[in-house]
């Protein structure tokens, strides 16, 4: 079931749910210890987007965040036993839709520049190093948000 809420919104069990995923995937899988609870979680404008089996468990997740008048999509992860579903592709649909009209940025991870693509986003940078893991900034331009890939 996919969820919505803002940071004030969210169960205290919802939010435990979303950062144990968020840490499983970023720091414990991809063996990288860095400080994700960066603040912006709570932001009265940030979504947090969500898809949660019939037990409650968190299997998908991301956020959008407002940059100004921009926005920005991240922590896109998804537990290992469900991935290949589709369920961060509709996420990320779904966050594209809430931006609507503005443009989207993205910090990805190098490896999934295609995937991303997917979505219309198309590189806006030369790659950097972010905690050790290989990313490039990405950007969907508010005139590429109506594309809805199939999946």
């Given at each position: 079931?996919?969820?919505?809420?803002?940071?004030?919104?969210?169960?205290?069990?919802?939010?435990?749910?979303?950062?144990?995923?968020?840490?499983?995937?970023?720091?414990?899988?991809?063996?990288?210890?860095?400080?994700?609870?960066?603040?912006?979680?709570?932001?009265?404008?940030?979504?947090?987007?969500?898809?949660?089996?019939?037990?409650?468990?968190?299997?998908?997740?991301?956020?959008?965040?407002?940059?100004?008048?921009?926005?920005?999509?991240?922590?896109?992860?998804?537990?290992?036993?469900?991935?290949?579903?589709?369920?961060?592709?509709?996420?990320?649909?779904?966050?594209?839709?809430l931006c609507a009209g503005r443009t989207v940025d993205i910090g990805a991870q190098a490896y999934l520049e295609s995937w991303y693509e997917r979505f219309g986003f198309r590189r806006s940078g030369p790659d950097y190093?972010?905690?050790?893991?290989?990313?490039?900034?990405?950007?969907?331009?508010?005139?590429?948000?109506?594309?809805?890939?199939?999946?």
């Amino acid at each position: 079931m996919l969820r919505e809420a803002r940071f004030a919104e969210l169960t205290p069990g919802e939010l435990y749910g979303i950062l144990r995923l968020r840490v499983d995937v970023f720091v414990v899988e991809q063996t990288c210890p860095y400080p994700e609870l960066d603040g912006r979680d709570a932001e009265p404008a940030t979504v947090h987007l969500w898809h949660q089996d019939e037990d409650g468990a968190v299997l998908s997740t991301i956020r959008v965040l407002a940059n100004g008048e921009d926005r920005a999509i991240g922590r896109v992860a998804t537990a290992r036993s469900a991935r290949g579903r589709g369920l961060s592709a509709e996420l990320v649909r779904r966050g594209i839709e809430l931006c609507a009209g503005r443009t989207v940025d993205i910090g990805a991870q190098a490896y999934l520049e295609s995937w991303y693509e997917r979505f219309g986003f198309r590189r806006s940078g030369p790659d950097y190093v972010e905690d050790g893991i290989p990313h490039l900034p990405m950007r969907l331009s508010p005139d590429r948000g109506d594309r809805h890939p199939a999946e």
